[in-house]
């Protein structure tokens, strides 16, 4: 049994994480409290049982985790199972918060600076030594944009990451307008490399045009990255969206905030 301890509050990120491990290894064998706890049943009762299973105990440590009382009686009871051989405790690292002493020695998976891939592969590896394990797309984006002002002749954008480091910062801003109208600048950064791209066609088979803006650094949940596109106040912005390069030949629309 795998059991996944967290706080509810962190739910946006650990659900992806839970429905991975469920798609590969079955529900039934992944203890997760939104399919593992039905409406009626005794908190207590679950919770001692899904531990009484359990063989790979991951802690979320986080903010919200290190507050929670249920959280902490958790883990502490997986750590006295753990002393006597029963199961194997894997910390995740989901924010800036240091570990709690008892886990300080402990080596820990470190979603915060790895990514969420990188950690459900490492999840997976320390549950059946999987090395070759390619995990799978979701629908979750740690990053996000959100316009932070717009003039007649400026709209200054910034690029979020929500949970931890995105190493990548190559992202195609999508517009309408012709090659000329809008001039694009990465105004916090030293340089940057980029360029204009016609006739971009998308997934939904529209055609847009696209700037090519790469960054030399990645971005954190405390270094989000400013985009600023000026333009002559006659001329209107037609904006689109963003994608952000995943990889070599992929693009991946970001959502922007509300």
Known sequence: MIFISHNHADKIIIEPIAVKL???FGKEKVFYDSWSMQPGDGLIDKMNEGLEKCTHFFYFVSKNSIGSNMVKMEWQNAVYKASKGNCKVIPIRLDATSMPPILSQSLYIDLYSNGL????????????????????????SNLSFKIESQTETDITFKIYA???????????ILVKNAEGELNFSLPTEGMFNGGFNKDVKLSNGNIVNAELM???????PTMPMTILITKDKKIELKFVGILHQTSESDYTPIPQRT
């Not at 891939?117 to 979750?140: E, K, L, P």
């Not at 790469?214 to 954190?220: C, D, L, N, Q």
Request: hydrophobic fraction near 40%; avoid cysteine.
């Open 22 to 24: 469920a798609d590969i």
């Open 117 to 140: 891939d990188a950690t459900v592969g490492q999840m997976v590896n320390v549950i059946q030594g999987n090395s070759n394990f390619n995990a799978s797309t979701n629908s979750f």
């Open 162 to 172: 929500s949970h931890y480091l995105e190493p990548i910062s190559n992202f195609l």
């Open 214 to 220: 790469k960054a030399s650094r990645g971005i954190t």
